[in-house]
């Protein structure tokens, strides 16, 4: 029983690290596809292939951790063993999730993809 306890604390308060490290790998290796296949210039949204599928990618990892911090914390009003520290260990580890995937998608907005030097 301790075990399965372990696992689901540590799970939750990895879960926001996880998605920020599925998000990198994504958005850089969609990127990096993009530019090996020729695709990345075509429109779409409005803009090009890139930073549009970077956008749609980082608004759905920043959903996905922030709901993960809402059932957390709902989760921690149940059961009251360290359920406070937990759920402000939680609180914050999302906050550094989401700053990560933030500064992920930054070079989408701010550098023209595959441009070379």
């Known amino acids: 029983m301790a075990s ?5 604390v540590s799970l939750a308060l990895a879960g926001p ?5 599925l998000h990198f790998v994504l958005l850089y290796r969609f990127s990096a596809l993009a530019c090996a296949r ?6 779409m949204l409005g803009t090009t292939l890139i ?7 980082t608004l759905i990892a920043a959903v996905v951790s922030v709901s993960m911090m809402w059932r ?9 063993n ?9 609180l914050r580890a999302t906050g550094l999730a989401l ?3 933030g500064w992920n998608a930054l070079p989408l907005v701010l550098v023209i993809p595959c441009r070379g030097p």
Do not use: H, K, Q, Y
């Not at 690290?17 to 490290?21: D, E, G, K, P, R």
């Not at 930073?51 to 990618?57: D, E, H, L």
């Not at 360290?82 to 939680?90: E, K, M, Y």
């Open 82 to 90: 360290g359920a406070a520290f937990l759920g402000d260990c939680r």
């Open 38 to 43: 020729g695709f990345a210039d075509e429109p």
């Open 51 to 57: 930073p549009a599928v970077g956008g749609i990618a």
């Open 17 to 21: 690290f996880l998605v920020w490290a």
């Open 99 to 101: 700053l990560a995937i």
């Open 4 to 8: 399965a306890r372990s696992t689901s």
């Open 72 to 80: 957390g914390r709902a989760a921690a009003g149940r059961n009251d």
